[in-house]
């Protein structure tokens, strides 16, 4: 299996940016194409970006299209999420997660493995 901790959360007023990052320890980190989620207060965890185990394929969601980008560093067995522009509504737990089966996901169920989850909060 695989272990994944989350860091670079914070406070950050809204238009700003943070970068945040997943180490990964255990299996192979290319075994994994890796996501990223999230979850505000009261409502459920939804989709943010996933990125293949290569690095070529890409995802997100049409709420953060545009002002988030997902990498990874396979050498590192690292995955970032830079977040510009951010929004009062990108506040949330941001959770990194790794799918072990083939092709990336939006879906969080058809990931295996989960960080424990970083704050992220925007002021406006």
């Known amino acids: 299996q695989v272990q994944l901790i989350e860091s670079g959360g914070g406070l950050v007023q809204a238009g700003g940016s943070l970068r945040l990052s997943c180490a990964a320890s255990?299996?192979?980190?290319?075994?994994?194409?890796m996501g990223w989620f999230r979850q505000a207060p009261g409502k459920e965890r939804e989709f943010v970006a996933a990125i293949s185990r290569t690095g070529i394929y890409t995802f997100y969601a049409d709420s953060v299209k545009g002002r988030f980008t997902i990498s990874r560093d396979n050498a590192e067995n690292t995955v970032y999420l830079q977040m510009n522009s951010l929004k009062p509504e990108d506040t949330a737990v941001y959770y990194c997660?790794?799918?072990?089966?083939?092709?990336?996901?939006?879906?969080?169920?058809?990931?295996?493995?989960w960080g424990q989850g970083i704050q992220v909060t925007v002021s406006s």
């Open positions: 255990g299996r192979t980190f290319t075994r994994y194409a």
């Open positions: 997660a790794a799918k072990e089966t083939l092709g990336i996901s939006y879906l969080a169920h058809d990931y295996k493995y």
